[in-house]
Each structure stands twice: as structure tokens, then as C-alpha cells.
């Protein structure tokens, strides 16, 4: 059985910075990508990074590059959201998911398994 844990969200004010970390078992993930996805009032699930874990290559939306950073610890099966500079904007439901294929790190059809999500408010 795959899990995957998100936690780290809270309320913050703009300008502020939150870490999010989403915790995976189940499976060996050494092969896999993992992904951060976001989900705002009134639209649709949007993409937001990506790092594989072989090489550690990192897919980042024009939106958050500058700011938001993702890493991992091997170790502990974790991946982690860094978000920094946060703006009222980035307010939103933070998924992350683990693609097993080799679909498009950016692409929401590429992950298999999905955690429950953590809440992220920005005030103005």
C-alpha cells in the first residue's frame, strides 16, 4: 500500500515562507519522480515542481521559480516544498504524488498516487 503524508501548512502572511514535506512508504521510490501539485478556490489542480529522484533533476512552474524550492532526503523517504516570498496567490491546496513511469514531471496524468493534500493560506 502507497502513502503519502503531506504536512507543513498553516496560515502566513505575504512575504512570509512555509516548508512543506511530504513523507512516502510503501514502496522503494529511488526510481521515482516526485511532484507538487496545488489546487486554489475556484480553479483547477496546477503544477507546481518536480524533482527525480535518480539524478535529482528539478522541474519548477514560471510561477514559483525564484522562490519555491524542492528537495528530498533520501534517507527518510521525504520530499520537501521550501516556499519562500509566498504571495496571496499561492493560497491553495499543496498535493504531492509520485509518478512509477516516465510520463511528464509537469503533467498531473503522469502520477499513480496522490496524499490528501495540506492546506497553505497566504494573507495580504
Known amino acids: 500500500q502507497v502513502q503519502l503524508v503531506e504536512s507543513g501548512g498553516g496560515l502566513v502572511q505575504a512575504g512570509g515562507s512555509l516548508r512543506l514535506s511530504c513523507a512516502a512508504s510503501?514502496?522503494?521510490?529511488?526510481?521515482?519522480?516526485m511532484g507538487w501539485f496545488r489546487q486554489g478556490p475556484g480553479k483547477e489542480r496546477e503544477f507546481v515542481a518536480a524533482?527525480?529522484?535518480?539524478?535529482?533533476?528539478?522541474y519548477y512552474a514560471d510561477s514559483v521559480k525564484g522562490r519555491f524550492t524542492i528537495s528530498r532526503d533520501n534517507a527518510k523517504n521525504t520530499v520537501y516544498l521550501q516556499m519562500n516570498s509566498l504571495k496571496p496567490e499561492d493560497t491553495a491546496i499543496y498535493y504531492c504524488?509520485?509518478?512509477?513511469?516516465?510520463?511528464?514531471?509537469?503533467?498531473?496524468?503522469?502520477?499513480?498516487?496522490w496524499g490528501q493534500g495540506t492546506q497553505v493560506t497566504v494573507s495580504s
Open positions: 510503501g514502496r522503494t521510490f529511488s526510481r521515482y519522480t
Open positions: 524533482m527525480k529522484w535518480t539524478g535529482g533533476n528539478t
Open positions: 504524488a509520485t509518478a512509477t513511469g516516465s510520463g511528464r514531471p509537469a503533467l498531473a496524468d503522469s502520477y499513480d498516487y
